[in-house]
């Protein structure tokens, strides 16, 4: 693996993409094409980005260590925390072009986009993450009790982690 | 920083790239005390949390071979997956409330623009960028093909 190359993707997805698991879709298509990450990575990567604290975008971080050690991780999190000083470049611009209604509606249409690729991803990762019939109903299950807001997102993840004990581990 | 300095703040770092919380706190930081502000901020909230998410997958690492821990992994990786769908859906949900009181049309175009990105992605080797491009570009056309219902009145109005 090439450490700069790896940065540079890592830089593209978080510049393309506003946060969460935006740049999710550009990291599976660059890394796995280049053969630096499977699936099970980017599966295990979201979810210690969901346990651990501070925003979910940090998932990143996880698949850089899973992929590329120590190096990786540090090379996640600098290419993280760029893209956001562009912030202070749109804040300049910004009042000028919100009016405009060209601008709105493309913002709608890639925010349609980006939930679009949101589940396209989602569903490529169901193939290795999800063997059978237990995974559909943990899934489903995580769905539904994430729509509901009642219930943190840890707490959901434990829960699943205990059905996976008591499903698969006894 | 007052409330609609915030307000504006958390629109912007909706549309920059990077992850909202990360922009959020370089706008805040940059606008309290400057390059300065911006650097505290940022190390502030990315190194304690980046620091433990790494920490956490070493840790993950060290254990994953453990049977247990193996069979705990087969129930969270699919709920990763639940929550992933539900993020998207959490995402669009505003959006899609909004298109509903504008018209069902304009409805319909926003799930056309959703529905062809998602198979556009899954079913073709296209980059996730010109699927982006083009979810933008399909949005201005057909946006202002179909027409906002809750626009009309007011146009009415200022004739």
């Known amino acids: 693996m090439n450490p700069l190359v790896y940065f540079l993707l890592f830089l593209k997805a978080s510049l393309l993409s506003t946060g969460g698991l935006g740049n999710l879709p550009f990291l599976q298509k660059d890394l796995t094409l280049l053969g630096w990450a499977n699936n099970s990575d980017f599966v295990t990567a979201i979810a210690v980005g969901q346990i651990s604290p501070g925003p979910t975008g940090l998932w990143s971080i996880s698949l850089g260590y899973l992929t590329f050690g120590w190096l990786g991780a540090v090379l996640a999190l600098a290419a993280l925390s760029l893209p956001p000083l562009l912030t202070l470049v749109v804040s300049a611009s910004y009042n000028r072009l919100e009016k405009l209604p060209a601008v709105q509606d493309f913002t709608r249409g890639l925010s349609m986009g980006v939930v679009g690729l949101t589940l396209a991803v989602a569903i490529s990762l169901a193939g290795t993450s999800i063997q059978d019939w237990r995974g559909i109903a943990i899934a489903a299950a995580a769905l539904g009790l994430a729509l509901s807001k009642r219930v943190p997102v840890i707490v959901i993840l434990g829960l699943a982690g205990l059905a996976g004990c008591l499903l698969y581990g006894l | 920083m007052d409330e609609a300095e915030f307000v504006r703040a958390w629109a912007l770092a909706q549309i ?132 906002d219902k809750t626009r009309q009145p007011e146009k009415k109005k200022a004739a």
């Open chain 2, 16 to 147: 920059s790239p990077g992850i909202n919380l990360v922009k959020l706190t370089a706008l805040i930081g940059y606008q309290l005390r400057g390059w300065p502000g911006l650097m505290t901020a940022m190390a502030g909230l990315l190194l304690p949390s980046g620091g433990v998410t790494a920490l956490m997958t070493a840790g993950f690492s060290v254990i994953r071979s453990q049977p247990l821990i193996q069979a705990a992994m087969r129930g969270i990786l699919p709920a990763t997956i639940g929550l992933s769908l539900a993020m998207g859906v959490q995402m669009a949900q505003p959006l899609l409330t909004q298109a509903r009181q504008e018209g069902h049309l304009r409805l319909g175009a926003h799930l056309l623009i959703l529905a062809g990105a998602a198979l556009l992605l899954g079913l073709s080797s296209v980059s996730p960028v010109i699927v982006l491009l083009l979810a933008g570009a399909a949005a201005i056309l057909l946006l202002a093909v179909v027409p």
